[in-house]
């Protein structure tokens, strides 16, 4: 069973770029979820992918976008990076359903230098 | 929204004791309390959960209770071992159509041999 990859691993922009980030999800699982943790904290809720939609949201700005594909792999986008953006992103799968009672699987994470 | 509070931010306990981590969140209507544990360098791991039709809950060393009523729950690990040096989470998250999990700022759990 492969478990939940994220690529880059890490990287560096500058203010005002864009950046994209990659997630393959668990085999078997549809569902995805970003999730930002600035260092030192908990991870906080960007967003979830479930068939293809975004059918969940955290308080973040319109800026951070995402995608899945068909084979359930996702991508994160921010755009108009800031200093703030800086942290390590998550990606988690989980089992169908998505009723906010499942075990997220998390990947390594992607950590983002805003320079 | 759902704010989730954790104490202590840090734990040092020496090998075989036990470890106490305590969690308050604000919204009535969550029903599902996982704890994560966080490695350097990866992604959290899910290492027990409880949910709202539940008071306690063990796996092997490791033990969650929850009060909901007063809005708190617990992590309770025994005989710690130095592999429990880690960051721990606690979380809480409501049953909607997405899973929005909430977690707590994290405890820094060190077991010295």
């Known amino acids: 069973e492969t478990g939940v990859t994220q690529s880059p691993t890490h990287l560096i922009k500058t203010r005002g770029q864009q950046v994209t980030l990659r997630c393959s999800s668990q085999?078997?699982?549809?569902?995805v979820s970003w999730y930002q943790q600035a260092l030192g904290q908990g991870p906080q809720f960007i967003f979830q992918y479930y068939r293809e939609e975004e059918n969940g949201r955290g308080n973040f700005p319109p800026r951070f976008s995402g995608l899945q594909f068909p084979n359930y792999s996702s991508e994160l986008n921010v755009n108009a990076l800031e200093l703030d953006d800086s942290a390590l992103y998550l990606c988690?799968?989980?089992?169908?359903?998505?009723?906010?009672?499942?075990?997220?699987?998390f990947g390594e994470g992607s950590r983002l230098t805003v320079l | 929204g759902e704010n989730v509070e954790q104490h202590p931010s840090t734990l040092s306990v020496q090998e075989g004791d036990s470890a106490v981590i305590k969690c308050t969140y604000s919204?009535?209507?969550?029903?599902?309390f996982p704890w994560y544990k966080q490695e350097l360098g990866k992604g959290p791991q899910l290492i027990i959960d409880i949910r709202s039709n539940v008071g306690e809950k063990k796996d092997q060393r490791i033990a969650v209770t929850l009060n909901k009523t007063a809005k708190h729950f617990s992590l309770h690990i025994t005989e710690t071992q130095p592999e429990d040096s880690a960051v721990y989470f606690c979380?809480?998250?409501?049953?909607?159509?997405?899973?929005?999990?909430?977690f707590g700022p994290g405890t820094s759990l060190s077991v010295i041999p």
């Open positions: 085999s078997g699982h549809n569902t």
């Open positions: 979380a809480a998250s409501i049953e909607t159509s997405y899973d929005k999990v909430i």
């Open positions: 919204d009535s209507a969550s029903n599902y």
């Open positions: 988690a799968s989980s089992t169908p359903g998505g009723r906010g009672t499942g075990e997220l699987f």
